[in-house]
């Protein structure tokens, strides 16, 4: 059932004179679970729903494996769609609905009982199959909706934002669903989703979108370790951003905080170990609160959020810059309020970023558009 | 990029291509099924709307001896036309604002509080709208005319003779109590999409009672008390069997167009033509004028939680009920009072003493086909009415491009011709050859299709706009073909709301009289055709009988409609 895989080359996505998409590609691999994560109005559903055939292509070119599909017609790309409001049809019941494609496809009809039954069975909903949609809750309606996208047995499964009309712990649950089903089908699923939580816990790649290009194309560590961009950085979990130098004396390249503070550094790539401005991404984890030596950054802590496992310090720093830090809770009081602490950090985790956010300098940023990138500063 | 953005493009290409500024960028539509639907439709427009309209323009300024504004020029010369223009727009203006006037508390206070028996209240509202106008006049003569029941009832009681019903007070009478439930009916839809919360948080505010009323009920309602105004504004105006029975030499606008062509002296079709082409400008302009005023006014409201229906207290309790059965009372009265003469014996043209169902018998005896071709003939009418306005809501809300927005603006052509300019255009038109189609059915239907199709259209896309496309692409994304995916999910899912459509465009079909009087003859005479001229030949008895078996059918009709739509709301 798997073994299609998705290739986009150059794409263009034009409303009258507006681009929304101005030149992207991108390759999905078969059989793999792939993201379109960004902020709303990035263009991650209308790229979807040019994949779909939903949505008309104004350049460039998409293909399934080796074929070209621009040109044909959505009913043909043998593609299973799940809508972010489910598009159950209301007239019909929950076994209708998910026999509806099969019908299309004139199968005999005990196979399409058969089939079916089966995947009635594989959603556990088989006890609904006789009611009308406007019975089910929204769980109930998504497993339809699932159902009847895969049934037909498709090349490629596309979902857009399909748990945004859920409540949140069933958005948890119905997302373990998705993977499992997923991964037990094996097919090439192409997700959209605003919510970096979801696409992490689901995703085996993402594509972080903004603007209509692609940012980073990596996996779930990738995007969080290693982020391309600022962007990335702050879109993809908490972060505090902290503005230092980056200075190189006597072969050593050293972070030079404004608040005195100073860390050697031996990961930065290395065209650009040179005097510059940086800007650093710490996330709460990769602070330390240092409370043997008055070593590190200076701050005020302000409040504190016990959490169970962790607990959460908000403080301002000498510069008034605010930052969040989660440490493991203690046994012990924690940090008082108005307390001051020094802050070290874990210097292999942080991510440094030229001064305007749009490179990560730190070695060892893996990301899949790279190649993208090269090919159209090159060869364009 | 593609070679297909720089392919041939001819004139047809241009228009079918999606504009896409304005459109949402979805797949442009092929030269598929629909594309020739298009055509099919813009096809009808142009043989039975355009060219009608075109020779009745060619009338109105073309002679033997050329192009000439004589005609034209003719209408504005003498106070004796000039009047007729006066006459209906103050007529028509004031029946308006009276119609505003009851219907609209109405509507506000059936809507907000508890009225005793309101389901009934709400059937005889529906029903006094839906007899022919020309019934409520007839029965008003009997009432209120010179040897009326309730003239005579004052004179011996008191000896005091009330007023004329004639002329200017009884055309008002009868279009306002006609024409006053379709603003309760409009206003009441709207107030049921009015949020509990917005009340609720006006009365939080400290603005309550009549103050929030016209603070912010009325200015939330604003867009359909316009769509009621020029709704009733446009009937009142084209009305033209109530001026003719109860006018008196009271002459309107219409009267005159049907004098012109139909009248038993002095008849001039050029000016009839010149006539009927002034009161298409007035209403196009009265129609652009409303359009103005609604676009100040856009926005629209989605009920979470309806306003429930409240207890009055003490005084107002009282007064609302007494306000709401006077009206309601005035309003059935004629129409109570026809089928209670049905009853009456009569002897010749007169009704005597004692009851019996002679009217009855006569009735049956004399009207011929009249009920079987209320039914054949509204029955084709009604089925290619819901057909084609599927079609066209389709092309209109799915397929947005040039030649579709022409179909929509075409399509709502006929809402500002009046019915009688509509009959005689077609007669106009087809009387002639090529295509001779006057007094044949056929010219009846078509003329049923022009007058009410508008309508249909309207709700049909209102409908269609509430399905989600996703709903469609998940069709086609299982595939269906574009054609099977709109008959197997789109149509039945816009079943309900078509139906109930349905059953109102029946109701208004058996009972149309304006356009049909002009193109009937005795094979294609309809129920209320024959009942206007038992009525005009003073044979009310006949005329009575048959009305309140109009009546019955309207009934009925009603019956099964709201057994069908399960829902109790009524929309025009």
Same mark, same amino acid.
């Given at each position: 059932?798997?073994?299609?895989?998705?290739?986009?080359?150059?794409?263009?996505?034009?409303?009258?004179?507006?681009?929304?998409?101005?030149?992207?590609?991108?390759?999905?691999?078969?059989?793999?679970?792939?993201?379109?994560?960004?902020?709303?109005?990035?263009?991650?559903?209308?790229?979807?729903?040019?994949?779909?055939?939903?949505?008309?292509?104004?350049?460039?070119?998409?293909?399934?494996?080796?074929?070209?599909?621009?040109?044909?017609?959505?009913?043909?790309?043998?593609?299973?769609?799940?809508?972010?409001?489910?598009?159950?049809?209301?007239?019909?019941?929950?076994?209708?609905?998910?026999?509806?494609?099969?019908?299309?496809?004139?199968?005999?009809?005990?196979?399409?009982?058969?089939?079916?039954?089966?995947?009635?069975?594989?959603?556990?909903?088989?006890?609904?199959?006789?009611?009308?949609?406007?019975?089910?809750?929204?769980?109930?309606?998504?497993?339809?909706?699932?159902?009847?996208?895969?049934?037909?047995?498709?090349?490629?499964?596309?979902?857009?934002?399909?748990?945004?009309?859920?409540?949140?712990?069933?958005?948890?649950?119905?997302?373990?669903?998705?993977?499992?089903?997923?991964?037990?089908?094996?097919?090439?699923?192409?997700?959209?989703?605003?919510?970096?939580?979801?696409?992490?816990?689901?995703?085996?790649?993402?594509?972080?979108?903004?603007?209509?290009?692609?940012?980073?194309?990596?996996?779930?560590?990738?995007?969080?370790?290693?982020?391309?961009?600022?962007?990335?950085?702050?879109?993809?979990?908490?972060?505090?951003?902290?503005?230092?130098?980056?200075?190189?004396?006597?072969?050593?390249?050293?972070?030079?905080?404004?608040?005195?503070?100073?860390?050697?550094?031996?990961?930065?790539?290395?065209?650009?170990?040179?005097?510059?401005?940086?800007?650093?991404?710490?996330?709460?984890?990769?602070?330390?609160?240092?409370?043997?030596?008055?070593?590190?950054?200076?701050?005020?802590?302000?409040?504190?959020?016990?959490?169970?496992?962790?607990?959460?310090?908000?403080?301002?720093?000498?510069?008034?810059?605010?930052?969040?830090?989660?440490?493991?809770?203690?046994?012990?009081?924690?940090?008082?309020?108005?307390?001051?602490?020094?802050?070290?950090?874990?210097?292999?985790?942080?991510?440094?970023?030229?001064?305007?956010?749009?490179?990560?300098?730190?070695?060892?940023?893996?990301?899949?558009?790279?190649?993208?990138?090269?090919?159209?500063?090159?060869?364009? | 990029?593609?070679?297909?953005?720089?392919?041939?493009?001819?004139?047809?290409?241009?228009?079918?291509?999606?504009?896409?500024?304005?459109?949402?960028?979805?797949?442009?539509?092929?030269?598929?099924?629909?594309?020739?639907?298009?055509?099919?439709?813009?096809?009808?427009?142009?043989?039975?709307?355009?060219?009608?309209?075109?020779?009745?323009?060619?009338?109105?300024?073309?002679?033997?001896?050329?192009?000439?504004?004589?005609?034209?020029?003719?209408?504005?010369?003498?106070?004796?036309?000039?009047?007729?223009?006066?006459?209906?727009?103050?007529?028509?203006?004031?029946?308006?604002? /009276?119609?505003?006037?009851?219907?609209?508390?109405?509507?506000?206070?059936?809507?907000?509080?508890?009225?005793?028996?309101?389901?009934?209240?709400?059937?005889?509202?529906?029903?006094?709208?839906?007899?022919?106008?020309?019934?409520?006049?007839?029965?008003?003569?009997?009432?209120?005319?010179?040897?009326?029941?309730?003239?005579?009832?004052?004179?011996?009681?008191?000896?005091?003779?009330?007023?004329?019903?004639?002329?200017?007070?009884?055309?008002?009478?009868?279009?306002?109590?006609? /024409?006053?439930?379709?603003?309760?009916?409009?206003?009441?839809?709207?107030?049921?999409?009015?949020?509990?919360?917005?009340?609720?948080?006006?009365?939080?505010?400290?603005?309550?009672?009549?103050?929030?009323?016209?603070?912010?009920?009325?200015?939330?309602?604003?867009?359909?008390?316009?769509?009621?105004? /020029?709704?009733?504004?446009?009937?009142?105006?084209?009305?033209?069997?109530?001026?003719?029975?109860?006018?008196?030499?009271?002459?309107?606008?219409?009267?005159?167009?049907?004098?012109?062509?139909?009248?038993?002296?002095?008849?001039?079709?050029?000016?009839?033509?010149?006539?009927?082409?002034?009161?298409?400008?007035?209403?196009?302009?009265?129609?652009?004028?409303?359009?103005?005023?609604?676009?100040?006014?856009?926005?629209?409201?989605?009920?979470?939680?309806?306003?429930?229906?409240?207890?009055?207290?003490?005084?107002?309790?009282?007064?609302?009920?007494?306000?709401?059965?006077?009206?309601?009372?005035?309003?059935?009265?004629?129409?109570?009072?026809?089928?209670?003469?049905?009853?009456?014996?009569?002897?010749?043209?007169?009704?005597?003493?004692?009851?019996?169902?002679?009217?009855?018998?006569?009735?049956?005896?004399?009207?011929?086909?009249?009920?079987?071709?209320?039914?054949?003939?509204?029955?084709?009418?009604?089925?290619?009415?819901?057909?084609?306005?599927?079609?066209?809501?389709?092309?209109?809300?799915?397929?947005?491009?040039?030649?579709?927005?022409?179909?929509?603006?075409?399509?709502?052509?006929?809402?500002?011709?009046?019915?009688?300019?509509?009959?005689?255009?077609?007669?106009?038109?087809?009387?002639?050859?090529?295509?001779?189609?006057?007094?044949?059915?056929?010219?009846?239907?078509?003329?049923?299709?022009?007058?009410?199709?508008?309508?249909?259209?309207?709700?049909?896309?209102?409908?269609?706009?509430?399905?989600?496309?996703?709903?469609?692409?998940?069709?086609?994304?299982?595939?269906?073909?574009?054609?099977?995916?709109?008959?197997?999910?789109?149509?039945?899912?816009?079943?309900?709301?078509?139906?109930?459509?349905?059953?109102?465009?029946?109701?208004?079909?058996?009972?149309?009289?304006?356009?049909?009087?002009? /193109?009937?003859?005795?094979?294609?005479?309809?129920?209320?055709?024959?009942?206007?001229?038992?009525?005009?030949?003073?044979?009310?008895?006949?005329?009575?009988?048959?009305?309140?078996?109009?009546?019955?059918?309207?009934?009925?009709?009603?019956?099964?409609?709201?057994?069908?739509?399960?829902?109790?709301?009524?929309?025009?």
């Amino acid at each position: 059932m798997s073994g299609v895989a998705i290739k986009i080359e150059n794409a263009i996505k034009r409303y009258g004179n507006n681009t929304i998409i101005t030149d992207l590609s991108l390759d999905i691999e078969e059989g793999e679970f792939f993201t379109l994560l960004g902020p709303s109005g990035c263009g991650k559903t209308t790229l979807l729903r040019m994949i779909a055939g939903f949505n008309s292509i104004e350049g460039g070119s998409f293909y399934f494996n080796d074929k070209i599909i621009n040109n044909i017609d959505p009913a043909k790309r043998n593609i299973g769609m799940v809508f972010q409001n489910y598009a159950i049809f209301p007239h019909l019941t929950v076994e209708k609905n998910v026999a509806f494609g099969l019908k299309n496809r004139k199968l005999p009809k005990d196979e399409i009982e058969k089939e079916t039954n089966s995947i009635l069975k594989l959603m556990q909903i088989e006890s609904f199959k006789d009611r009308m949609p406007e019975r089910l809750s929204g769980g109930q309606q998504q497993r339809v909706a699932l159902a009847r996208a895969l049934v037909i047995k498709p090349d490629v499964l596309l979902m857009d934002e399909p748990l945004s009309n859920l409540d949140a712990k069933l958005r948890v649950e119905m997302r373990s669903v998705i993977k499992e089903i997923q991964n037990s089908v094996g097919i090439t699923t192409v997700y959209v989703t605003h919510d970096q939580e979801e696409a992490m816990a689901v995703s085996d790649r993402i594509a972080v979108m903004k603007d209509g290009d692609i940012q980073h194309v990596g996996t779930p560590k990738d995007l969080y370790q290693r982020p391309a961009n600022l962007f990335v950085a702050t879109f993809i979990g908490r972060t505090n951003i902290v503005k230092a130098k980056l200075v190189v004396k006597d072969n050593k390249t050293i972070i030079k905080f404004p608040m005195g503070y100073d860390i050697e550094m031996d990961n930065i790539v290395d065209n650009e170990k040179h005097d510059q401005e940086i800007i650093v991404s710490i996330r709460p984890e990769e602070f330390v609160i240092n409370e043997e030596n008055n070593e590190g950054i200076l701050a005020d802590v302000d409040d504190s959020i016990f959490l169970g496992l962790n607990t959460h310090y908000f403080v301002h720093l000498d510069s008034n810059e605010k930052a969040e830090i989660i440490q493991e809770s203690r046994i012990d009081n924690s940090i008082a309020k108005k307390a001051k602490v020094y802050l070290t950090v874990k210097k292999e985790k942080i991510n440094i970023f030229t001064a305007d956010g749009s490179k990560n300098i730190v070695k060892g940023v893996k990301n899949d558009g790279d190649r993208y990138l090269k090919k159209v500063s090159g060869g364009n | 990029m593609e070679a297909r953005h720089t392919g041939k493009a001819n004139i047809m290409d241009k228009l079918l291509k999606r504009k896409n500024d304005s459109g949402d960028g979805r797949t442009k539509t092929g030269k598929d099924i629909w594309v020739i639907i298009s055509l099919g439709v813009l096809g009808l427009y142009l043989l039975f709307l355009l060219f009608p309209l075109f020779k009745l323009l060619k009338q109105a300024v073309y002679t033997q001896d050329g192009f000439t504004l004589e005609y034209l020029a003719k209408f504005f010369s003498k106070p004796y036309y000039t009047d007729t223009l006066i006459n209906s727009m103050k007529v028509s203006s004031l029946a308006t604002l /009276l119609t505003l006037v009851i219907g609209v508390p109405l509507a506000y206070f059936y809507n907000m509080y508890e009225i005793k028996g309101k389901t009934i209240i709400q059937v005889l509202i529906i029903l006094c709208s839906m007899s022919a106008p020309f019934i409520g006049a007839y029965s008003w003569i009997l009432l209120l005319g010179r040897n009326g029941l309730v003239t005579k009832l004052i004179l011996n009681l008191t000896g005091f003779r009330i007023g004329s019903i004639y002329g200017f007070n009884g055309i008002l009478l009868v279009l306002s109590l006609q /024409l006053f439930p379709l603003v309760f009916l409009y206003v009441s839809g709207a107030l049921k999409n009015i949020d509990n919360s917005l009340l609720e948080a006006s009365e939080n505010m400290g603005c309550s009672g009549i103050k929030r009323f016209f603070k912010v009920i009325i200015p939330l309602c604003m867009p359909t008390i316009l769509a009621a105004t /020029l709704l009733v504004f446009m009937r009142a105006f084209a009305d033209f069997g109530t001026p003719l029975l109860i006018g008196e030499g009271y002459r309107t606008f219409p009267v005159e167009i049907y004098a012109q062509y139909f009248g038993e002296v002095g008849t001039d079709h050029n000016f009839g033509a010149a006539i009927s082409v002034i009161a298409i400008i007035i209403t196009a302009v009265i129609f652009l004028f409303q359009r103005y005023v609604n676009s100040k006014f856009q926005f629209t409201m989605n009920a979470l939680h309806p306003v429930e229906r409240k207890k009055a207290k003490g005084i107002f309790n009282v007064l609302i009920h007494a306000f709401t059965y006077f009206v309601v009372g005035v309003a059935f009265a004629p129409q109570a009072y026809v089928i209670y003469t049905s009853f009456q014996n009569t002897s010749g043209k007169l009704f005597v003493e004692g009851y019996s169902f002679k009217s009855y018998y006569e009735a049956f005896d004399r009207m011929g086909n009249a009920i079987q071709n209320t039914f054949i003939i509204g029955g084709i009418a009604l089925i290619l009415i819901i057909l084609l306005a599927i079609l066209i809501s389709y092309l209109v809300v799915r397929r947005n491009n040039q030649l579709n927005k022409l179909i929509d603006t075409l399509s709502m052509v006929p809402y500002i011709i009046p019915g009688s300019v509509v009959g005689i255009a077609l007669v106009i038109a087809f009387n002639t050859k090529p295509i001779v189609l006057t007094g044949t059915a056929l010219i009846m239907v078509v003329a049923l299709i022009i007058r009410r199709i508008p309508y249909t259209i309207r709700s049909s896309v209102a409908i269609l706009q509430q399905i989600p496309i996703t709903i469609e692409e998940a069709a086609i994304s299982l595939g269906s073909s574009k054609m099977k995916a709109f008959f197997t999910v789109t149509v039945p899912m816009m079943g309900n709301g078509i139906l109930s459509g349905a059953i109102l465009s029946w109701v208004t079909i058996i009972t149309e009289l304006s356009t049909a009087i002009i /193109l009937y003859n005795l094979k294609t005479i309809t129920l209320t055709l024959a009942i206007y001229t038992y009525v005009s030949r003073g044979n009310y008895g006949i005329a009575a009988a048959l009305a309140t078996i109009l009546t019955v059918l309207t009934i009925i009709s009603l019956i099964i409609f709201m057994k069908v739509s399960k829902t109790k709301e009524i929309t025009f």
